[in-house]
């Protein structure tokens, strides 16, 4: 099993509505792939986080960095975190009111979404990550279903 995380920008515009869909598709297509994870969005940006078979992994990367409604900038691979830390979620949407409600939202919006090479270190990157990624885990039972 691998996860990684990656950093993009839209190329068109979303709407919470969207969004919500977006995940929910992604969450069908996640389920038959046995992978797990999250979605952020805000103000232009994603951050994802995906978990799974290394191979479904790839495959689905491969298929996200081809769609044209974004620009990945930033992709990096944590690796074996030693089991799944979303297994209850095969893609959930987690909105920018959910993460102010854990205190997070800072790291996400101010600091993950601009944490490009050359500016930041890959392993500076990589670490940072999945310190959001683990805290969130820790704290997923905690954020709105819908928010």
């Known amino acids: 099993m ?3 995380v990656y950093v993009s920008t839209a ?3 979303f709407s919470p509505p969207a969004l ?3 995940a929910d598709r ?3 297509k996640n389920a038959q792939l046995g ?5 952020h969005y805000s103000r232009g940006g994603f951050f994802q986080h995906l978990e799974g078979d290394e191979a479904a992994v ?3 990367m491969a298929g996200i960095t081809a769609d044209d409604r974004h620009r990945v900038e ?3 691979e944590l690796g074996d975190l030693g089991g799944r830390l979303f297994p209850d979620w095969s893609m959930r949407y987690v909105a920018p009111a959910a993460v102010a409600t ?3 939202e800072a790291v996400l919006e101010d600091t993950l979404l601009h944490m490009r090479p050359p500016l930041y270190d890959l392993a500076v990157i990589r670490r940072t990550a999945e310190h959001l990624v683990r805290s969130l885990a820790g704290l997923r039972k905690r954020l709105p279903r819908l928010a």
Not at 35 to 39: I, N, Q, S, Y
């Open 11 to 13: 190329t068109v515009d």
């Open 102 to 104: 854990i205190g997070l």
């Open 58 to 60: 790839r495959s689905l």
């Open 20 to 22: 919500y869909t977006l």
């Open 2 to 4: 691998i996860a990684l």
């Open 74 to 76: 930033t992709a990096v």
């Open 26 to 28: 992604a969450g069908q």
């Open 35 to 39: 992978v797990t994870g999250f979605l």
